[in-house]
C-alpha cells in the first residue's frame, strides 16, 4: 500500500486547543448559561474541525503539525491517520451529549464546583484529541499524563472522604503505572530504535536488519532484540497504560465510580478508557508491528490477558448490586475486546477492535446516562430496588435495553459488528480458543444486563415504593441525550460509516494490505 502523504495543516492543532480557549469562557463567567454557552460551543466547534478532515484522511491524505522540538527525536507533533480520527470523531461527537446531560444532572443535584467540573471536562477533552492525533509515542505520552491530571479533580468533585481516597487510587494506579512501566518502555524504545515517530509496520519492526537476528538499524544502540525483551516492553506498555483496566490494573475504575454520573460517562465511555485502550492498540500496531509480534507468538501473549480480563470482569459484573459498579466491571471486560482485536494481528480482528472503540462507547455511554437519569428521579442506585422502573420511566429504561443490547453485541445495535469482525478475525488467525472467549463472554454480558431489563419491565414494584415520572425541569436534558445515542447506536448497525471504513483503512495500513 502507498504511503500517505503528509499535508501540513493547522486543523489538528486547532482541534486540540479550542477546548482549551473554552476553559476562559467557562472560568469567567457569571451566568450559569454562559458557562454552559462556552462549553456547548467548544464542543460544536471541536466536532466540526475533527469532521472537517474526513474527506483528507479518506483520500489518503494525513494532515500533520509539528508543534515544538524538545531534543533530538523528541518532537511535540500531530498527525492525524484513519485511527487516530475514528477515536477523535467518537471523543469529539459524544462531548456535546455529555455536555447536554451534564447540565440536566448537575443542577437537578444541585452540584457544587459545576464552574470547576466544566473546566476539567474541556481540559479532558483537549487532552483526549490530542493522545487520537499524536504523531509519536512521546506526544502521546503527554497528553496521556495530561488526561489523568484533568480528571482528577471530577473523581474527587465531591470532596469526601470516599472521594479523596477513590482519588488517591486512581492517580496511584493510572500515573504510577505510567511513570513505572510505561515510561522505561518508551526509554527503552527509543534507544533500540532511535526514534518513537509512529510507523503503520511498527516502529521496532523496522528496526529490523534482517530475519533471525533482530538487530537494531543505525540510529539505535545496536542492542540485539530478543523475545524476552520484546515481552517486557510489551508487557511494561498494556500494563503501563493502565487507563485501559487490564487486570490487575484495574481497581481503580470501580473506586471511579465515586465520581457524578457524567463523569462516569466520560470516564467509561468516551475519554479516559478508551486513552488507555487506544494508547495500548497504537503501540501493538504503531511501535511494535504486526511482523514482530508474529515472529515472538507475543500477539497470543496479549490476547491471553484480554482474554482473562473478559472473563473474569464478566464474572465479578454478575455479583454487583449497584448499577454503577456493575457498568464498571462491564467496561473493564469490554475494553479487552479492543486489546484482543490488536493481540489477534489479522485484518479483521483488527478493525472489530477498532470499531470496537465506537461502538462500546455509544453502548456504554447510553447505559451510564440511564443510571445517572435514573438516580437523579428516583434516587436509586441498586439493581434490587428498580423493580417496576421501567413503567415509570419507559424512555430511560427503553434507552437502557438499547444499549444493553450493543455491549452484549446483539441485533438491531451496532455492538455486533465489532465483535463480529473480532470473531472473524480469530477465525482467520485459527485461534478458536478465543472465539470461545469471545462468545463465551457474550453470554456473561447477556447475564448480568437482562436480569435489570427484566426487573424494570416485568416485575411489580414494591408497595411502599413511588418512583417520579422522567420528566421536570432539567431532567429533559438527563433524558433526551441517552435516548439519542440509543438510536445512533441502532443506526450504526445499518450504516457503520464513516467509522468502519476508517477502521479498514487503518487495518489495511497495519497488515501492509
Not at 489518503?60 to 470523531?89: I, Y
Request: charged letters at 10%.
Amino acid at each position: 500500500m502507498t504511503a500517505p502523504a503528509l499535508v501540513p495543516s493547522l486543523i489538528p492543532l486547532a482541534a486540540v486547543l479550542v477546548s482549551l480557549f473554552a476553559i476562559a469562557g467557562i472560568a469567567t463567567s457569571r451566568s450559569p448559561n454562559i458557562r454552559e454557552g462556552w462549553t456547548f460551543g467548544a464542543a460544536i466547534i471541536k466536532f466540526l474541525l475533527v469532521l472537517s478532515l474526513i474527506p483528507t484522511v479518506l483520500a489518503g491524505q494525513e494532515p500533520a503539525c509539528h508543534v515544538a522540538t524538545f531534543a533530538p527525536g523528541l518532537t511535540l507533533a500531530l498527525r492525524v491517520d484513519a485511527m487516530g480520527l475514528l477515536f477523535a470523531l467518537v471523543s469529539s461527537s459524544l462531548w456535546i451529549l455529555t455536555s447536554c446531560y451534564s447540565i440536566g444532572y448537575m443542577r437537578t443535584e444541585n452540584e457544587h464546583a459545576q464552574t470547576r467540573y466544566y473546566c476539567c471536562f474541556a481540559l479532558a477533552l483537549c487532552a483526549t484529541i490530542g493522545v487520537a492525533f499524536s504523531a509519536n509515542l512521546f506526544t502521546l505520552y503527554l497528553f496521556y499524563e495530561l488526561l489523568s491530571f484533568a480528571t482528577w479533580p471530577l473523581v474527587t468533585h465531591h470532596q469526601d472522604a470516599e472521594a479523596r481516597r477513590s482519588g488517591r487510587k486512581y492517580l496511584g494506579y493510572i500515573v504510577g503505572a505510567s511513570i513505572g512501566l510505561a515510561l522505561p518502555a518508551m526509554v527503552a524504545v527509543f534507544g533500540i530504535a532511535g526514534t518513537l515517530e509512529f510507523t503503520p509496520h511498527g516502529i521496532l519492526s523496522e528496526a529490523v536488519l534482517r530475519p533471525g537476528h533482530m538487530t537494531a538499524q543505525a540510529g539505535g544502540t545496536g542492542i540485539a532484540l530478543t523475545a524476552g525483551m520484546t515481552a517486557l516492553l510489551l508487557l511494561g506498555f498494556v500494563f503501563g497504560f493502565a487507563k485501559a483496566g487490564v487486570m490487575p490494573f484495574h481497581s481503580w475504575l470501580p473506586a471511579a465510580m465515586v465520581a457524578p454520573t457524567p463523569v462516569s460517562a466520560l470516564l467509561h465511555a468516551v475519554a479516559v478508557v478508551k486513552v488507555g485502550a487506544f494508547s495500548v492498540f497504537r503501540v501493538i500496531t504503531h511501535v511494535f508491528g504486526v511482523d514482530i509480534l508474529a515472529a515472538f507468538n507475543l500477539g497470543n501473549l496479549v490476547a491471553a490477558i484480554a482474554s482473562v480480563t473478559i472473563i473474569v470482569a464478566s464474572l465479578i459484573a454478575l455479583s454487583q448490586d449497584g448499577l454503577k459498579r456493575r457498568l464498571a466491571f462491564s467496561t473493564i471486560g469490554q475494553l479487552s475486546y479492543i486489546l484482543l482485536g490488536a493481540a489477534l494481528l489479522s485484518p479483521k480482528a483488527l478493525t472489530g477492535g477498532l470499531m470496537h472503540i465506537a461502538l462500546h462507547a455509544f453502548g456504554k455511554i447510553t447505559l451510564f446516562m440511564c443510571a445517572g437519569a435514573i438516580f437523579v428521579a428516583t434516587g436509586k442506585s441498586k439493581i434490587s430496588e428498580m423493580d417496576g422502573l421501567g413503567r415509570a420511566m419507559p424512555v430511560t429504561m427503553a434507552a437502557f435495553f438499547l444499549g444493553a443490547l450493543s455491549i452484549i453485541g446483539l441485533p438491531p445495535c451496532g455492538g455486533f459488528i465489532s465483535k463480529w469482525y473480532i470473531l472473524q478475525g480469530a477465525l482467520d488467525a485459527d485461534q478458536i480458543v478465543f472465539m470461545v472467549v469471545l462468545l463465551g463472554s457474550s453470554l456473561l454480558n447477556a447475564a448480568y444486563f437482562m436480569p435489570i431489563i427484566y426487573r424494570a419491565f416485568f416485575k411489580e414494584p414494591a408497595a411502599a415504593v413511588h418512583f417520579h415520572k422522567e420528566f421536570y425541569p432539567y431532567q429533559g436534558f438527563c433524558v433526551a441525550p441517552p435516548a439519542i445515542t440509543a438510536v445512533i447506536s441502532v443506526a450504526l448497525l445499518i450504516y457503520p460509516q464513516p467509522f468502519l471504513q476508517l477502521a479498514q483503512m487503518a487495518a489495511a495500513r497495519i497488515s501492509g494490505m
